[in-house]
């Protein structure tokens, strides 16, 4: 790290000279323009008006149509504003039904050009328009619809058996929260425009992460629904499907208001949080080894077990990160850290950090 003086020139304005070698390895010289950011949390950056990671050209040859797709959307989470696909000899059908497909998944991107050749997509929704905090809250609601639906399925709560998802919207919400992320590292404009800081969108990053395994937990049970012949509940199994249906239900709760702690910080709702999905676990534990040990055999519950689990892990993961947040903002007292202790004085088990 280097010091520069402040020095201070006519009316009152005050300047910083720059370091010699970064002005060199940036390209920068006497006359050229660049961006100086005043950041929410305080700090003043400068940089190269010049954005880098701006644009993003793929040159494909005989990539599959999954592989193009993938593709596609790592450049989208990397915050590219505009993506170009070319292919020197032409794409293929299914490789150009691929690309557009993508496309169409991507929140805020659309196809400015088409040829042969190529395909570019550009950005359509300025920063200003994105909501971090509201599509956090939107992923949430999909996270636990669906997980709720699956359940209902499995325990034939239900009048309409499910079907594998098809709704693409969580995927959606969960790289857009990433995309912006991983662009506010690179370009402190974007992080402006958003109205967060950098601790904030991280916290966020990580909290649609979870919830976006949520959903994919709900993906696992409505799998296991399918591949039962007969709702648990109509297999003379009610004893373990309302086990079931009770450990799922504690598990989305505690989701539920784990992610509002990440929002509003409250002591007890995540302490509340953190017990309930260890009572989950114990629960689980306890009926998964009964399923093993009885005689009738009845093991195709357990992976739906397996998928409540990892909710509640899920959940105690997102407390953990109001319970951070809620600490750096002075939210709790010296008296209820403490009681995040065990008996041993060693800090919060780390399963609810994971």
């Not at 009572?279 to 397996?306: C, H, I, K, M, Q």
Request: hydrophobic fraction near 40%; proline fraction near 2%.
């Amino acid at each position: 790290m280097e010091t520069r003086k402040i020095q201070q020139v006519s009316k009152g304005t005050f300047t910083v000279s720059l370091p010699r070698e970064w002005a060199r390895e940036n390209g920068l010289s006497a006359g050229d323009v660049v961006h100086v950011h005043a950041s929410l949390d305080g700090t003043l950056v400068v940089q190269p008006a010049d954005d880098e990671t701006a644009n993003i050209d793929l040159a494909v040859c005989d990539e599959s149509p999954e592989q193009l797709a993938r593709l596609l959307r790592t450049a989208y989470v990397l915050g590219a504003l505009r993506i170009r696909v070319s292919a020197e000899d032409g794409f293929t059908e299914r490789q150009r039904t691929s690309l557009r497909a993508t496309v169409r998944t991507l929140s805020g991107m659309a196809i400015d050009e088409e040829s042969e050749t190529g395909l570019t997509t550009k950005n359509v929704i300025d920063s200003e328009q994105v909501s971090i905090r509201q599509s956090v809250r939107h992923l949430q609601f999909v996270a636990l619809s669906r997980h709720r639906e699956a359940t209902e399925a499995l325990l034939g709560t239900d009048s309409a058996r499910t079907t594998q998802s098809d709704d693409a919207r969580g995927d959606r919400l969960a790289m857009l929260v990433e995309r912006y992320f991983v662009r506010s590292l690179s370009r402190l404009d974007a992080i402006d425009k958003l109205g967060e800081d950098r601790a904030d969108l991280f916290s966020f990053f990580r909290v649609a992460d979870e919830l976006a395994q949520i959903a994919s937990c709900g993906d696992r049970i409505a799998a296991v629904a399918l591949a039962l012949e007969e709702p648990l509940c109509d297999r003379r199994d009610d004893a373990v499907a309302a086990e079931i249906e009770a450990a799922a239900i504690d598990a989305r709760e505690a989701a539920e208001t784990a992610a509002e702690s990440v929002f509003d910080q409250n002591p007890d709702d995540i302490w509340s949080v953190l017990q309930t999905c260890d009572a989950v676990r114990e629960t689980l534990d306890e009926l998964e080894r009964r399923l093993f040990e009885s005689s009738e055999g009845n093991y195709e519950p357990v992976r739906a077990l397996s998928a409540v689990r990892r909710t509640a892990d899920c959940a105690a993961s997102i407390a953990s990160i109001g319970l951070r947040r809620g600490i750096q903002r002075d939210r709790f007292e010296a008296s209820r850290v403490a009681e995040a202790r065990t008996e041993d004085g060693s800090a919060v088990p780390s399963n609810a950090d994971n």
